[in-house]
């Protein structure tokens, strides 16, 4: 998944290699099942495809059903950007029991983004419910909620919710009056409060909304649930950056995850059924992107001495 | 008969002339004491100057503002001058409107605390802001659904009714001075002519001047309480703890009139002493301002009961380690003494006649208003340091707000802008309205208008 020529021929090629894997994925099938269900052509090549379906299951497909994406292709550009990429409504599920606090996600994150070391999009914390309970590491990304506190305190349309449920922020928009940070209630954003971070070496980079790089002084920065990486069909750089299984990624209208780790992908549904899935501060109202899986192996963390370091 | 009434006649006139000449003193008198005081205000507004430029160089960073607390001192001040700014409507709007004598000398100095507060406010807000030189982006693309866009129109129409409110009943006021000051230099003479808009003081003009008062100070009532709402929706509008109340709005309104009323009792008594006034501000102003100032304070401890005891009595989680930070944590020294030094103290003592004058009566009120200030303070700051989820992984700074030289000197600056705009006020415009005193002492148009 590390393709860095996007033309719509070797996305054919990673689908086929994907789908005779049997694995199917969640960046294989918007596109897909809509030409799976035209049956009036008959155009069959013998060749089949492995595709996992929007009921969950395994389907056997000619390659001649399948069109190119070339529309999941369009240029990136920022208004563009801001629309969201059609037929997805993007999850992370993050496995709390998996969590060894590698921080390899955080590390890429901050590499990534152009963040300096105390500027967080994604943060492990480490979690104590209460006074005798273990504690655990808790990764914890922008929630990506459906009634985002952020959004509706923008007074200039800088951060934004897309159709396909990434809340992100148009740095080049953004006045800095930092409302977006008080309204959080999950203290996911972070500000420019200097020059960023190798400001110099990005000064000609033309700014992606998506990545939100170059950051710039004096603006607000956020996790983008790595929207550069969902347009071109890869998952999340944190997502592919875990060495412990600990993040499922996907897309919740096709029920379907994909742990980065293991490449393994599983229905959401059943994997949050299963494992007691919860989100955090569900009473507040904030609707997340992102599910927990409980800390089951939490007595294997070791005893923090400071956990306010 | 006829020689009788010449007397007369030239007798009030002469009465006229003293008191014009009593109420213009001073804008004839400048001592070096003034001038003094100006270059101090001009020296630490420069400075602030200077580190404002600083950290539009360096960004926000100047600032001890970090992710954690990211709005600290500036935006606190922006409450603080947001609720001081209340005053004018209490003096001039809703006292007039009940036909409240007694407080005309004060209408002035109420409205030019108020618009110059309002000015400073609008200042602190854009140097609170990342970008500024983005601020054009509200105007272009706002959205109606944030509450700082609310503010934005709120605050702008309270700051041209307040402009309104301070300029109409002066243009009388201009006029006489526009004779009254042949003395002065020729920019000034020209200013009040342009000013005056040609004032005859006929019975017409008073009475388009009277009806435009009126709707202006009917007006000007529910866009007073509209400021500090929803400023204080600025805060209640989120899911914090601490700010998540839905008695954020009357909280901040009683507040606002308590801090006001005690800043309006601060200037008057600057003037009377400075300028010799006590014959116009005179100690019953003091006892009956001292009075309104109980009132509103016991208005304000009612509420501070409602938001403190209430959920330190439940204990929730969340709201717990807020409430516990304010009254027995890092900002229970703060808390205590802004609680008690800058409201029930001062309530107490106000209630006895001997505290309510003059120079005990001034020293109560900067009590309140120097607790105002810190009180503002304890609305922001503490909150943000409490989010729901543990702050890890930043530097231990993060867990600590305390303002930098830089931060505190630009809002000294913003403060020294006040008192810049109110001095130069007073020696430009009569602070204490003469035609409306004029009035009161039974002086008719007829001699105002031939004076």
């Known amino acids: 998944m590390e393709d860095q020529d996007y033309s719509p021929k070797s996305r054919r090629r990673f689908l086929q290699k994907f789908g005779s894997l049997g694995l199917g994925s969640l960046a294989v099938s918007s596109g897909l099942i809509e030409s799976c269900t035209n049956t009036?052509?008959?155009?069959?090549s013998g060749k089949k495809i492995t595709l996992l379906n929007s009921k969950n299951e395994l389907v056997e497909v000619d390659?001649?059903?399948?069109?190119?994406?070339?529309?999941?292709?369009?240029?990136?550009?920022?208004?563009?950007?801001?629309?969201?990429?059609?037929?997805?409504?993007?999850?992370?599920?993050?496995?709390?029991?998996?969590?060894?606090?590698?921080?390899?996600?955080?590390?890429?994150?901050?590499?990534?983004?152009?963040?300096?070391?105390?500027?967080?999009?994604?943060?492990?914390?480490?979690?104590?419910?209460?006074?005798?309970?273990?504690?655990?590491?808790?990764?914890?990304?922008?929630?990506?909620?459906?009634?985002?506190?952020?959004?509706?305190?923008?007074?200039?349309?800088?951060?934004?919710?897309?159709?396909?449920?990434?809340?992100l922020i148009d740095n080049e928009r953004c006045i800095g009056c930092r409302f977006c940070i008080a309204a959080c209630p999950y203290s996911a954003r972070s500000f420019n409060w200097y020059e960023p971070k190798d400001a110099e070496k990005y000064k000609d980079?033309?700014?992606?909304?998506?990545?939100?790089?170059?950051?710039?002084?004096?603006?607000?920065?956020?996790?983008?649930?790595?929207?550069?990486?969902?347009?071109?069909?890869?998952?999340?750089?944190?997502?592919?950056?875990?060495?412990?299984?600990?993040?499922?990624?996907?897309?919740?209208?096709?029920?379907?995850?994909?742990?980065?780790?293991?490449?393994?992908?599983?229905?959401l549904s059943g994997l949050l059924a299963q494992n007691s899935g919860y989100r955090l501060m569900e009473d507040l109202g904030t609707a997340p992107s992102v599910y927990y899986l409980p800390p089951n192996d939490r007595a294997q963390i070791p005893e923090i001495e400071n956990t306010n370091s | 008969m006829t020689d009788l009434y010449r007397k007369e006649k030239q007798h009030k006139k002469e009465q006229l002339q003293e008191l014009v000449a009593d109420l213009t003193s001073p804008m004839n008198h400048t001592n070096s004491n003034f001038k003094l005081w100006i270059g101090f205000l001009l020296v630490l507004i420069a400075v602030a100057g200077v580190f404002?430029?600083?950290?539009?160089?360096?960004?926000?960073?100047?600032?001890?503002?970090?992710?954690?607390?990211?709005?600290?001192?500036?935006?606190?001040?922006?409450?603080?001058?947001?609720?001081?700014?209340?005053?004018?409507?209490?003096?001039?709007?809703?006292?007039?409107?009940?036909?409240?004598?007694?407080?005309?000398?004060?209408?002035?100095?109420?409205?030019?605390?108020?618009?110059?507060?309002?000015?400073s406010a609008l200042a602190i807000i854009v140097v609170d802001m990342g970008r500024p030189d983005r601020l054009w982006h509200i105007f272009v693309y706002g959205r109606l659904q944030s509450p700082i866009v609310w503010d934005i129109l709120v605050v702008n129409t309270y700051l041209v009714i307040s402009l309104l409110l301070l300029y109409l009943p002066m243009i009388p006021d201009i006029a006489l001075l526009r004779k009254n000051m042949g003395h002065k230099p020729k920019w000034q003479q020209k200013m009040y002519k342009t000013l005056s808009l040609g004032w005859q003081g006929t019975e017409d003009q008073f009475k388009i001047l009277n009806l435009s008062m009126t709707i202006l100070m009917v007006l000007i009532i529910p866009v007073a309480l509209s400021i500090h709402t929803v400023t204080s929706w600025l805060f209640a509008s989120?899911?914090?703890?601490?700010?998540?109340?839905?008695?954020?709005?009357?909280?901040?309104?009683a507040g606002a009139f308590m801090v006001g009323a005690a800043a309006v009792i601060v200037t008057m008594y600057i003037i009377r002493v400075n300028y010799k006034f006590k014959e116009y501000i005179t100690d019953f102003h003091f006892d009956t301002m001292g009075?309104?100032?109980?009132?509103?304070?016991?208005?304000?401890?009612?509420?501070?009961?409602?938001?403190?005891?209430?959920?330190?009595?439940?204990?929730?989680?969340?709201?717990?380690?807020?409430?516990?930070?304010?009254?027995?944590?890092?900002?229970?020294?703060?808390?205590?003494?802004?609680?008690?030094?800058?409201?029930?103290?001062?309530i107490l003592l106000m209630v006895f006649k001997p505290f309510r004058k003059p120079l005990p009566l001034l020293i109560i009120s900067v009590f309140i208003v120097i607790g105002a200030f810190f009180k503002r303070y304890l609305i922001v700051t503490p909150t943000l340091l409490h989010p729901f989820l543990p702050v890890q992984n930043y530097p231990a700074s993060y867990h600590h707000y305390s303002p930098t030289a830089s931060e505190s000197m630009i809002v000294i600056g913003s403060i020294a802008g006040i008192a810049l705009v109110i001095s130069l006020f007073i020696k430009l415009f009569p602070i204490i309205p003469i035609w409306e005193t004029a009035h009161e002492k039974g002086f008719d148009n007829e001699i105002l208008n031939n004076s």
């Open chain 1, 40 to 44: 009036t052509k008959d155009l069959a």
């Open chain 1, 63 to 167: 390659s001649a059903y399948i069109s190119n994406l070339n529309k999941d292709l369009a240029p990136n550009h920022n208004s563009e950007s801001r629309k969201g990429l059609p037929g997805k409504k993007f999850v992370l599920v993050v496995d709390l029991a998996k969590c060894k606090n590698a921080r390899k996600c955080m590390d890429k994150c901050q590499a990534v983004h152009q963040l300096r070391p105390d500027q967080h999009h994604l943060n492990v914390l480490v979690m104590k419910d209460s006074e005798h309970t273990a504690p655990y590491y808790m990764p914890k990304h922008c929630q990506h909620c459906d009634n985002p506190p952020c959004v509706k305190v923008c007074p200039v349309d800088a951060t934004f919710k897309r159709s396909d449920g990434i809340v």
């Open chain 1, 205 to 267: 980079v033309a700014y992606d909304i998506e990545k939100n790089v170059p950051q710039k002084k004096g603006t607000v920065t956020k996790c983008t649930f790595s929207a550069d990486c969902l347009r071109e069909g890869k998952l999340p750089y944190c997502v592919s950056a875990c060495p412990n299984g600990v993040y499922y990624f996907g897309n919740e209208l096709e029920d379907a995850v994909t742990n980065g780790t293991s490449g393994e992908t599983v229905s």
């Open chain 2, 52 to 119: 404002y430029v600083r950290q539009i160089m360096q960004g926000l960073g100047t600032t001890d503002m970090r992710d954690i607390a990211s709005w600290g001192l500036y935006i606190s001040n922006f409450v603080f001058l947001i609720a001081v700014s209340l005053v004018g409507s209490l003096i001039t709007a809703i006292l007039k409107l009940s036909n409240q004598q007694w407080a005309t000398p004060l209408t002035r100095i109420a409205e030019i605390i108020a618009v110059a507060a309002l000015f």
């Open chain 2, 238 to 253: 989120t899911l914090r703890p601490g700010w998540d109340s839905t008695i954020f709005g009357p909280y901040f309104v």
């Open chain 2, 291 to 346: 009075k309104l100032l109980v009132l509103t304070s016991l208005v304000y401890l009612y509420f501070n009961l409602n938001e403190f005891m209430v959920p330190a009595y439940k204990m929730k989680s969340g709201e717990s380690a807020h409430i516990l930070g304010l009254l027995v944590g890092d900002y229970a020294l703060m808390f205590w003494l802004v609680q008690i030094l800058g409201m029930i103290l001062p």
